[in-house]
């Protein structure tokens, strides 16, 4: 009889452990498969790809570089009649001036492709000027003639607005090129490896 009754025992025993782990595993299952789990955990994945790709857009101009700009320009009216200079008529004037150009490119404009894993091509725009400041103009030297009186006066303001033409503007933007080249480099590769500093970067400059 108490052999019977220990083999009850023991299956009690073990349909309750069986009934314990139907419900937690029941209980498991149904809130793995909620909806508010859903709401509550957020999976997120960001490539790095992605981060790169991100940091690098940029929609407003970037400026590279600053360069002080200094120089000496002269300027020459004078009255004509019948085709020939009237002597003593010449005004001459001699603008000395300095400014801050800076030069750069439109942040919109610069493409990144991932060419392979872990390498990025970046396609750099033209150079621009961007534009400039902390300008200084004065006459240095103003020599007028006799009969100056008759010529009209030296234009300073259209001086100057010539003196930052698109030509000047283009030939500084040329003689930077280099040192623009090795700051648009340097700029983007912090951006990058800042993210990761295993990434591989080539540059093409339009």
Known sequence: MKKWISLISVAIVLMAVVGAGAFFGGSAWALKNTPILDDLVEVE???????I???????EQLVL??????GLSEERV?????????IGSERTQFLQYSYRA????????VTVTETDDNQYLIVVPKFIFIGHDSEQFKTAIENNGALSWATPEIDTARTITSILNAETK?????DNRDLLEDQARAFYL???HSID???EVQFEFL
């Open 170 to 174: 283009a030939e500084q933007i040329n």
């Open 102 to 109: 800076k030069f750069g490119i439109e942040g919109s404009e």
């Open 78 to 86: 004078n009255r004509s009649f019948l085709g020939r200079t009237l």
């Open 65 to 70: 570089l600053s360069t002080n700009v200094q």
């Open 53 to 59: 790709i991100t940091a690098i857009e940029r929609q």
């Open 190 to 192: 912090g951006i990058i």
């Open 45 to 51: 994945v960001v490539s790095n790809d992605e981060k």
């Open 197 to 199: 500093d295993q990434v």
